[in-house]
């Protein structure tokens, strides 16, 4: 009895040592307490004047007497609230810094270097929302983990509104390449980042999964001019994420072959990769008809492994190119109740395939999956069981399922975008 009173003290005690502090670009100070009635002005003169806490890896703090400590807080309120950039800081419990309800904070961009237990939430970030010219353009408009050793885990951003700009429509295709940033970069060092219900809008890359143990759950990538999402560590998930909208091709000047997921092992193009998730994704190449330069996209292209124990199982994928699924020298991989269609009768039909490079393919599962054509030759081991041509209405309704599916985890319409994940026209097709 005493030592379960003990417990409730101690978890008590930690509660109340949480606090929450906000900023308000309209009406704080720099000279506030970052009471809800003296808020702070911006969360970058917050940081800049070490009002936040950093701990190294060992949890001493390089300002011990900071007032915003983990287990803590920041709200931000609407405005613009500069850059938002964290060198390091290692937390015991997260310290979060998220939109307050109701408000719709901007900030150009956002990089922690390394650290642990960070939360980034809600937040709407551009570098063109910028009063003023920023002194630096970012290349990857969100860069979590990029720096730091092992001990560097658990960064996270979740529910923000993250493009290079808004409206797209006087960029060139040459534009496409040479002017948009890259969306998320979940950075090679560490574990355990996760990108979630972000809203991603008119980048060069969409996510980049770059540490071992990364999720990428519930996003939506829209609108970008290399590849979607990009897979290329051990024990990575990918789920329940939308990815549309792939502009220009070689006859742009671009000679990216463009993937809506791609995977291949960071640093080396190829190599093995383990232990790797792709559950419930939604990827098309054109959400609606009309686009300016078009691209052939395609879809889950895991060209080059050995790939072992992977699991794709429940994916929808409409893109026009024979690589609707290809996996590479797969291993003991897992290939079920997927759809891959294409609605566009002169384009190319997109199979699944288990392929290989370097004839090491071998013991792979692949069942009821529906596509326009199989290629399992490369697998003399592959069990293949009750895989179907694929009929625009069964696409319809998976498409539909899937979506009903993502909504009810997500919400339909994304928090900070206020858009919904895919486009009315796009489900009528």
Avoid at 56 to 78: C, E, F, H, I, Y
Avoid at 312 to 338: F, P, R, Y
């Amino acid at each position: 009895m005493k030592a379960c009173f003990t417990l409730v003290l101690l978890l008590t005690a930690a509660s109340v040592r949480a606090a929450t502090f906000y900023c308000d670009p309209a009406t704080g100070s720099p000279t506030g307490d970052g009471s809800a009635a003296r808020p702070w002005r911006t969360i970058e003169e917050v940081v800049k004047a070490r009002l936040v806490q950093l701990c190294d890896p060992q949890g001493k703090p390089a300002n011990p007497n900071a007032p915003v400590k983990p287990g803590d807080t920041v709200l931000l309120r609407s405005g613009w609230h500069g850059v938002l950039r964290i060198a390091g800081g290692y937390n015991d419990r997260p310290i979060t810094i998220a939109a307050e309800p109701g408000h719709t904070p901007q900030v150009g961009w956002v990089e922690v270097g390394e650290g642990r237990h960070w939360r980034v939430k809600g937040l709407t970030i551009s570098p063109s929302l910028a009063p003023a010219p920023l002194g630096r353009a970012p290349r990857e408009l969100v860069s979590l983990g990029e720096r730091g050793g092992e001990e560097s885990a658990d960064l996270v951003v979740e529910d923000c509104f993250i493009y290079s700009v808004l409206d797209t429509s006087g960029w060139t295709g040459r534009d496409w390449v040479e002017k948009p940033a890259s969306g998320i970069w979940l950075g090679r060092h560490g574990k355990a980042h996760v990108a979630r219900n972000n809203y991603v809008l008119n980048t060069r890359f969409g996510i980049n999964l770059c540490a071992s143990d990364c999720v990428a759950e519930g996003n939506v990538v829209a609108n970008f001019s290399a590849d979607g999402l990009r897979v290329t560590r051990d024990g990575q998930t990918v789920q329940f994420n939308v990815i549309k909208n792939n502009f220009v091709s070689a006859r742009d000047g671009d000679d990216n072959h463009d993937d809506g997921i791609q995977a291949f092992l960071f640093n080396k193009g190829s190599g093995t990769l383990r232990d790797v998730t792709l559950r419930g994704n939604m990827i098309l190449a054109r959400e609606t008809d009309g686009l300016p330069f078009p691209n052939g996209l395609q879809g889950i292209g895991f060209f080059d492994g050995p790939l072992v124990h992977f699991l794709i199982e429940s994916n929808v994928v409409c893109v026009n190119h024979w690589h609707g699924i290809t996996l590479g020298d797969a291993q003991g991989c897992t290939v079920q109740d997927n759809v891959c269609f294409s609605r566009w009768p002169d384009r190319a039909r997109p199979w699944v395939q288990l392929g290989q490079k370097k004839k090491q393919a071998r013991g792979n599962t692949a069942r009821n999956n529906l596509a326009h054509s199989f290629d399992f030759k490369a697998d003399a081991e592959v069990k293949a069981e009750n895989n179907r041509p694929v009929t625009e209405a069964e696409f319809q309704r998976r498409q539909a399922d899937l979506l009903a599916v993502i909504d009810g985890k997500f919400g339909k319409l994304h928090p900070a975008a206020a858009r919904p994940r895919l486009e009315a026209a796009a489900t009528q097709k």
